[in-house]
């Protein structure tokens, strides 16, 4: 084993969080139980893990029932030219609306991840090479970009290197 590897591996149990090294299956297995159980949870997972858990997880009813569409040219490019992330890739996202209309949508949602984590950490995820990210039962606090009041509902997203953010059932989105 590479002891740069083993380096980083130490500073991240070191700092709380769990490294698990695992076949394939067995890594599966923990996304869908973590799922199922309501906790919430980021896995980092091999390219061919998240491919499995997607096609087990987004059914045609779910995506549906999510409302989950493919992020537009016109969307990618306003993305690209306001908030600076370059190549999304195959980007899905539920757009959802506040209760005085307004859409939130990735755009929104990067944005909001821009100002929580800054645009290296955005722009990082979607240049994964080897990996994808994937969080499961995420709280979200957003407020609605037009008028400033709280949304409630579930962000629903998937992609290459975003592996999405995925829900024992389909959100309730307002």
Known sequence: ???SLLAHIEAAVGSGKVVVSAEDDAVVALVQETIKSGRT???YLSREQARTLRDLHWTPELVRDSRLEQVSDEEKARIESELGIADIGTFRFG???CRQGHEFSAF???RHGIREHGPAAVQAIFELKNAAF???NPYFAVNCATCDQPM???ITYE???YAGCSYPDPPVCM
């Open 108 to 110: 929104d949602f990067l």
């Open 134 to 136: 994937l969080r499961v």
């Open 159 to 161: 992609g290459d290197t």
């Open 41 to 43: 949870a980021s896995f």
């Open 95 to 97: 757009r959802f609306v």
């Open 152 to 154: 409630e509902g579930g």
């Open 1 to 3: 084993m590479d002891n």
